[in-house]
């Protein structure tokens, strides 16, 4: 099953040619890459977040398989939704699912489920996937769309994905998609969003969830970056660091409601 892009052309451009001189103006220059274990992508449209996306990914070292891990902003579907099988088509090309794991992970209990449905409509991962195409030669995926809930649902959700990546060592790149602080002053929206990423580096699920609450802050996507968090914390990740952090007010020079985005490297 062939999926149909459905913010192209209104979060990123609908040629290749103009995504690629996109990335080029962002790309890190750096000759040595970063073996990653994991990544946190922003997925607004690109002329507010590109940027900060674009420097994270061309920094790391390009990987076989990827998971990515987005908020489920519809609605739709079960808790934790897989898109099993097919390829998602972008600009770049076509994106091929990796069938194997993706059926381990949705095998390896009831939490995590198949569904088309809760990725038809939905834009978290696929506004990521031009940029990792780019740079990943011939990557295969797992697209995961996570719906809120409590915390021993988003460890459990890690457990198993874990359990069914680590027999692949090192050819694993995990990707958590969320934009942090929505509509809010720049000011306000970057000492929120502060909170929100010392808990991310510490990798501190509990305290992530308990900031975003405790300062009601407007991250979209608490559930994919908790089971970041915990597999990061299985992974053995010895550092986690910011790339680069950036508000939609950097873009726009608009300072009065902006959206913040960060780009976070597990290692």
Not at 52 to 59: H, L, Y
Not at 172 to 199: C, F, G, M, N, Q
């Amino acid at each position: 099953m062939i999926r149909e892009p459905v913010v192209c052309g209104q979060f990123y451009p609908k040629q290749k040619e103009q995504i690629a001189e996109f990335i080029l103006k962002f790309s890190s220059e750096k000759s040595t890459k970063v073996d990653a274990k994991g990544i946190i992508l922003p997925h607004a449209g690109y002329m507010y977040s590109g940027e900060v996306a674009v420097k994270t990914v061309s920094c790391i070292a390009s990987k076989k398989r990827v998971i990515i891990l987005g908020p489920n902003h519809t609605g739709i579907g079960p808790d934790f939704a897989v898109w099993p099988k097919g390829k998602w088509k972008t600009p770049m090309g076509l994106a091929e699912i990796d069938e194997e794991l993706a059926m381990d992970i949705i095998s390896a209990g009831s939490l995590i489920k198949e569904s088309y449905e809760s990725h038809l409509e939905e834009h978290s991962i696929e506004v990521e996937l031009p940029i990792l195409q780019y740079f990943f030669s011939g990557f295969r995926f797992v697209p995961i769309a996570c719906k809120q809930a409590d915390i021993q649902y988003y460890r459990e959700a890690a457990r198993i994905i874990f359990e069914k990546i680590k027999k692949y060592k090192n050819e694993v790149l995990v990707v958590a998609s969320t934009d942090l602080t929505h509509y809010e002053p720049d000011s306000s929206a970057r000492k929120k969003d502060s909170y929100a990423i010392e808990a991310i580096i510490n990798l501190d699920d509990d305290a992530l969830l308990k900031t975003v609450k405790k300062y009601n802050i407007s991250m979209c996507g608490t559930a994919p970056v908790s089971v970041f968090i915990s597999c990061m914390k299985m992974y053995k990740a010895s550092k986690v660091e910011v790339c680069l952090y950036k508000t939609s007010g950097d873009a726009s020079h608009d300072f009065t409601s902006v959206v913040g985005y960060a780009g976070i490297l597990a290692k």
